[in-house]
Every structure is written in structure tokens, then in C-alpha cells.
């Protein structure tokens, strides 16, 4: 019985000190984890301090004979706290990062967790049970029994167990050495190469390395992933604005990862016009929430475990791959913060931007690539490609069998016989919206020879209802008939003509559907971007501002002249904003002394933003040309406006600098 309870005794102590060292060194995941938990921020802090000591003082208890029946109880205590932790917020659905051991091993909590957990409380408590007067041999106590044979063994076996461990630190050391060496000389060849310095090829030719990542030019794998909200996000989703994308492969529980939470959040501000950024992820929402609120990111999407970084041979985090608009892979998987770096630079077209060096197999000769470096060649970002004529027109329309809003079949045979417009709609998709009206008075008064109109629309029936439109409308859930046309994202059409057969290409956005439905050409409708509006600068006056409010009535911001305004932009259906409103009513409801008045710039209709409940003034921006005016480039965001009119501050993006900004105590502004 001594020697079991030695040995629990001695297994709890190892789990606790990996626990509590660990956990010191990641306080800033620690403290993630315990509001991850539910704790307030005001507990949050010191609770993710004292664990750690906690834990290791256990570890400590647990080893002499003396305090060990007193560490057992620690222990007890603590992991008995773990598992109630952990139940309860399982039972609230909800599975935030454990952080059990810092950065060495962490994961969202699920049975697991609460098994393992529940384990080690069962050998704590059988320490505390049977060890009171006796808590089993002393860690040293065994060796006085030894013969001097026995003695001679176990004195060999330490200085083997010794003389391993330090090898095998010594060879960790010397590969980390190694690997430092090589980036240094890679970094000498990529400085000599940007300076037109021919680098010699070695004697004989390295064996070729390959490229990270799928083929550049491949068709990039499809996936359907869910969103933190619970909505399903798609790559053609993602490629529907036409921009290439950038897929960022990371991991909650990785620090270099979150090291590079901030750099996606100012891509994604400042890039957002030609560059698509989303944020591939796994775990829990809960997980990731508290990582990527503070920083502004809007695009995350959850893997189940690694199956979409293992379709891109993505095989660590941080990487990052681009997919170009037409759908293919535009670059080789980037590893490492600053590999990704240099690939949103070179995409976006930043001044300065290296291109990266990579090993290819090709012959090593001059003539391989001009340079005399034969084995490697730089890999410029592949030139766009010509739009080539639809090989599919003339072509018989795919199948179209679905419920109408009334649950009746409809079927596109149905309309043979009519030229057809098939429009792939979204009820919830802002650009649909924004063509409504336009529809509406199309259906109202068609063009001669106008085709017949059929949306194929997701969403629910009522969703659909309330659009209002009288063309028949079907359902399609899945997206699957869009993606049989070869649609990508909504708005967009087909022509089929009265034969059934193809007659257009698919036309993409609100001016190419109403071109195809007025007979016109589809390339010719869209209008040119309209030029980047100057962004202003602080004591620059402030652009004009004249909406309307809930009500109908214009509200015009130089009403607020005489007195310091904040112009917050909104969007009620923005999750970030969402997740803000209770700290903005509770600073409305408190303003602290000589915070600004407050001026809410949003989107959406006046019901939705009337139900938000705030008492500042609400006026409605739909196409948020207010905000691109301001220099904002997502929600929520927020500048200060002097009582003369003028630009007072930066655009703060986010919503602990926008509750800083308005004067909010730091402590209500960092817990969002």
C-alpha cells in the first residue's frame, strides 16, 4: 500500500507542476481561460495568477510524507472546483478553452476533459482516504533497504537517465542552432537576389524540395464550414465579391497564432477592397470568440478538426494560402507569421514586397532560369486570365425541381417555351435587398420581350414572402442548383431561352441581373468603381452628414455644432456590434463626465435598430457612404468630431476602442 501511495502521490505532483508552470508562462491565455469560464474581469486577473501557485504548491505538498496527506486535500479541492467548472458550463452548451496546460496542451473542455479531470480527483481522494496517518514511503525512504548491488543499479540508472537527457538537449539545441543558421543564409540569399546578385548554384545540385501546398493554378478544394454565429460559410461564398482570398490556417491554442490576430484584423480594414481575408479555425466558438472580438476580425470559420488545412497541405499553424478569384490556388502555403506577411503584401501589391525564393525541380543550368541558379527560380504571383467565351452556351439548362414558398413543386420545364431569367437569390444578402426595388418595378412594367422571371432563392418562406416580389420564387437551401449554374454567390443570373438551352453566361451583381433582364449586354452594364473618397485627417472638417433618423426626419450633423460628438457606425446585424449594445446603454445610461454626445451612423431598416433599444439618435446609412466618407471601413467604428465641426481623433475600430473613445472605464472597454 506505501508503494501506491507513493506512486499517486508522485502522479499528481508531476500533473501539477506541468499545470502550474505552464500556466505561468501563458498568463495571457490564462487569463483568456477564466473569462472563458465565466468569471468577470475583475476576477479574471488575479484568479489566473493565484491557480498556477495554487497548483504548485500542491505539487509541492504532495511529495514529503509529512504534508502530503495536505496536498492530497489541495488537490482534491482544485480538481473537484475543475469538474463542477467544467459541468456547468457543458450544461449551458457552451465549451471554452481549458488552457490545463498553457501552451503546451489546450483544447475547448468536453467529456473528456470532465473524465480526466475526474480521474485524478479519484486518486487524490483515495490519498486522502487512506494516507491521514501514513501517506505511503517517502520518495527517498525506499533506498535504505537496497543491497549495495541494488544501490550500484539505481545510482547506474540515474546517470544513464542523466547522461540521455542531456544528449538529447544537446541535440535539441544543435538542431535549433541549425535551424537559425539556415534562415540566416536563406535571408543572404533572398537580400542578395533583391539586390541583382547572381547566387552560385551548389556543386552538385541539392535534390529538389517541394513547394508547400497544392499546385499553383489548381482547382482549390470546396468546403462548407460553420461560422461563430452558427452561420454556414462557403469558398464560394467567400470568392463571390470577385477578390482573391486569403485562407489563414490557425488554432486557438497557438501563440504565434493570436500573435497574429491583430495584423488580420488591419488586412481585413485596409485591404477589404481587393483582398478577401478569412480566418480558418477549430474548436469552439467560445474559444475563438474571446480571441478574435478585440481585433476586429469578421470572417472565422470552424473546421471540425484539421480537414480543410489538410485538403490545402496546410500541416501547421500559423500558414496561409491564396485563392484567386476564378477559383484556383494562387500561391504555395506560407508557414510562419512572417511568411504570411510577405504574402498579403505581395497580393495586395505593397511597395517593397519580397518575392519569396522557393526550390523548384528544374535542371540546374543557367539556362533554367536566366540567373544561374539553377535550382531555384522565383515564383511571381500568376498573371490574371483572359475570360475565355462560355463553353457552355446552347447547352440544355441544368434540372430545376423545387418546393415554391407554398411547399408546391415548381419545375424549370414549366416555363418551356419563355425565355427564362433564373435569379439566384438570398433574402438575408444586403446586395438583394438594395435591388429589390429595382425588381419590383421591372416586374411592374417589363421590357418588350422581357423574359419570364424565376428566383431561386434560400431563407425561409417567410423571409421571401416579405420581399414582396410577384415572380415565382423556389427554394433552394443548399445552393446546389446555383452551383450546378455555376453561380458563386447572390445576386446573380442565367438566361435560359424558350428551348431550355443556356443563352447566357452567369451574371454576377445587381447591374448585370437587371441587364439580362432588360436584354442587355451584362459586361457592359456594371458602372466604374467610383474614386476612394479622402480619407480625412484630425482638425480636418468633418464630411457631411445629413440622414434621416428612425422617424423619416433628416438629421444633419452640423445640429451638433457647439458640442463634442462621436459618429458611431453600426450595423445591427453585426455580431460584434451586437455583443457591445449592453456596454453602450450602460454608458448612455452613465455618461462619464465630459464624455462626447453620440451620433449612431447604421445600416439596416428602422424596425431592426429601433428594437437595439439605444437613446442617442439613430439615423440610417444603407449603402454606408457616410462611413467610407468618415475613413471607416467596417462596424463597428467610431470618430470624435469637435464642437467646431472638425475631425478630432483617429477612426476607432473595434469595440474596446470605440467604448475607449466615447470615455468608458477601461475595464468595460477591455471586456468586450
Known amino acids: 500500500m506505501d508503494t501506491v501511495l507513493l506512486v499517486a502521490r508522485l502522479a499528481l505532483a508531476a500533473v501539477f507542476a506541468v499545470a502550474g508552470l505552464t500556466k505561468l508562462a501563458d498568463a495571457k491565455g490564462g487569463r483568456a481561460a477564466m473569462r472563458g469560464f465565466g468569471l468577470p474581469e475583475r476576477l479574471a486577473n488575479p484568479a489566473a495568477v493565484l491557480l498556477p501557485i495554487a497548483e504548485l504548491a500542491v505539487a509541492v505538498l504532495l511529495i514529503p510524507v509529512a504534508t502530503a496527506w495536505y496536498g492530497a486535500l489541495g488537490a482534491l479541492a482544485l480538481l473537484l472546483a475543475f469538474v463542477a467548472g467544467i459541468a456547468w458550463n457543458l450544461a449551458q452548451g457552451k465549451a471554452p478553452d481549458c488552457h490545463c496546460f498553457g501552451q503546451l496542451h489546450s483544447e475547448p473542455v468536453g467529456p473528456s476533459t470532465l473524465i480526466r479531470n475526474g480521474v485524478l480527483a479519484a486518486i487524490a481522494l483515495f490519498v486522502v482516504a487512506t494516507g491521514f496517518d501514513d501517506a505511503g514511503a517517502s520518495v527517498l525512504g525506499w533506498a535504505d533497504d537496497l543491497s549495495t548491488a541494488g544501490a550500484v543499479g539505481v545510482i547506474a540508472g540515474i546517470v544513464l537517465f542523466a547522461a540521455v537527457a542531456a544528449l538529447g538537449w544537446a541535440l535539441a539545441h544543435l538542431l535549433g542552432q541549425n535551424g537559425r543558421l539556415l534562415l540566416r543564409l536563406d535571408a543572404l540569399e533572398q537580400a542578395m537576389a533583391d539586390g541583382g546578385v547572381a547566387v552560385p548554384a551548389p556543386a552538385p545540385a541539392a535534390?529538389?524540395?517541394?513547394?508547400?501546398?497544392?499546385?499553383?493554378?489548381?482547382?482549390?478544394?470546396?468546403?462548407?464550414?460553420?461560422?461563430?454565429?452558427?452561420?454556414?460559410?462557403?469558398?464560394?461564398?467567400?470568392?463571390?465579391?470577385?477578390?482573391?482570398?486569403?485562407?489563414?490556417?490557425?488554432?486557438?491554442?497557438?501563440?504565434?497564432?493570436?500573435?497574429?490576430?491583430?495584423?488580420?484584423?488591419?488586412?481585413?480594414?485596409?485591404?477589404?477592397?481587393?483582398?478577401?481575408?478569412?480566418?480558418?479555425?477549430?474548436?469552439?466558438?467560445?474559444?475563438?470568440?474571446?480571441?478574435?472580438?478585440?481585433?476586429?476580425?469578421?470572417?472565422?470559420?470552424?473546421?471540425?478538426?484539421?480537414?480543410?488545412?489538410?485538403?490545402?497541405?496546410?500541416?501547421?499553424?500559423?500558414?496561409?494560402?491564396?485563392?484567386?478569384?476564378?477559383?484556383?490556388?494562387?500561391?504555395?502555403?506560407?508557414?510562419?507569421?512572417?511568411?504570411?506577411?510577405?504574402?498579403?503584401?505581395?497580393?495586395?501589391?505593397?511597395?517593397?514586397?519580397?518575392?519569396?525564393?522557393?526550390?523548384?525541380?528544374?535542371?540546374?543550368?543557367?539556362?533554367?532560369?536566366?540567373?544561374?541558379?539553377?535550382?531555384?527560380?522565383?515564383?511571381?504571383?500568376?498573371?490574371?486570365?483572359?475570360?475565355?467565351?462560355?463553353?457552355?452556351l446552347g447547352k440544355p439548362a441544368p434540372a430545376i425541381a423545387l418546393p415554391d414558398l407554398d411547399g408546391k413543386p415548381v419545375s424549370l420545364a414549366d416555363f418551356k417555351g419563355d425565355p427564362t431569367l433564373v435569379v439566384f437569390w438570398n433574402p438575408g444578402c444586403g446586395f438583394c435587398r438594395r435591388m429589390v426595388d429595382d425588381l419590383k418595378a421591372w416586374e411592374a412594367a417589363p421590357p418588350p420581350d422581357a423574359p419570364k422571371l424565376l428566383l431561386v432563392s434560400s431563407g425561409t418562406p417567410e423571409a421571401n414572402r416579405d420581399l414582396g416580389l410577384a415572380s415565382p420564387t423556389v427554394l433552394d437551401e443548399g445552393f446546389a442548383v446555383g452551383r450546378a449554374y455555376g453561380a458563386s454567390g447572390t445576386p446573380s443570373a442565367v438566361l435560359v431561352d424558350a428551348s431550355g438551352n443556356l443563352a447566357s453566361g452567369v451574371a454576377v451583381g445587381s447591374p448585370g441581373v437587371l441587364a439580362l433582364a432588360r436584354g442587355e449586354d451584362p459586361a457592359l452594364a456594371a458602372p466604374p468603381a467610383p474614386p476612394e473618397p479622402v480619407k480625412p485627417k484630425i482638425g480636418d472638417p468633418a464630411p457631411a452628414l445629413k440622414l434621416p433618423d428612425l422617424s423619416g426626419k433628416q438629421l444633419d450633423l452640423k445640429a451638433h455644432r457647439g458640442t463634442k460628438t462621436m459618429v458611431l457606425f453600426w450595423n445591427p446585424g453585426c455580431g460584434f456590434c451586437s455583443r457591445m449594445l449592453d456596454d453602450l446603454k450602460a454608458w448612455e445610461a452613465k455618461p462619464p463626465k465630459g464624455s462626447p454626445k453620440l451620433l449612431v451612423v447604421s445600416t439596416g431598416d428602422a424596425e431592426t435598430n429601433k428594437a437595439m433599444g439605444l437613446r442617442s439618435p439613430v439615423v440610417l446609412d444603407e449603402g454606408f457612404s457616410a462611413g467610407r466618407a468618415f475613413g471607416a471601413s467596417g462596424t463597428p467604428s467610431a470618430v470624435l468630431v469637435d464642437a467646431k465641426g472638425n475631425i478630432a481623433s483617429e477612426i476607432a475600430v473595434g469595440a474596446p476602442a470605440v467604448l475607449a473613445l466615447a470615455g468608458a472605464p477601461q475595464d468595460q472597454a477591455a471586456v468586450v
Do not use: M
Open 207 to 392: 535534390p529538389a524540395v517541394p513547394v508547400p501546398g497544392l499546385p499553383v493554378g489548381s482547382p482549390a478544394p470546396a468546403f462548407r464550414l460553420s461560422g461563430l454565429h452558427g452561420e454556414t460559410l462557403t469558398l464560394d461564398a467567400l470568392r463571390a465579391a470577385g477578390k482573391p482570398t486569403l485562407l489563414v490556417f490557425s488554432d486557438p491554442g497557438c501563440g504565434p497564432c493570436n500573435a497574429l490576430l491583430p495584423d488580420l484584423g488591419r488586412w481585413e480594414r485596409d485591404h477589404g477592397g481587393v483582398l478577401t481575408v478569412a480566418l480558418v479555425s477549430r474548436g469552439a466558438p467560445e474559444a475563438n470568440r474571446a480571441k478574435v472580438a478585440e481585433h476586429g476580425i469578421g470572417r472565422v470559420l470552424l473546421q471540425e478538426d484539421r480537414e480543410v488545412s489538410r485538403d490545402y497541405q496546410a500541416n501547421g499553424t500559423p500558414s496561409a494560402v491564396v485563392v484567386l478569384a476564378d477559383g484556383t490556388i494562387g500561391s504555395p502555403v506560407a508557414a510562419g507569421a512572417e511568411a504570411i506577411r510577405q504574402l498579403v503584401a505581395r497580393t495586395v501589391g505593397a511597395p517593397g514586397a519580397a518575392v519569396p525564393v522557393v526550390r523548384q525541380a528544374v535542371p540546374n543550368t543557367a539556362a533554367a532560369n536566366g540567373n544561374g541558379n539553377g535550382n531555384r527560380a522565383a515564383v511571381p504571383p500568376p498573371a490574371p486570365r483572359p475570360a475565355a467565351p462560355d463553353p457552355n
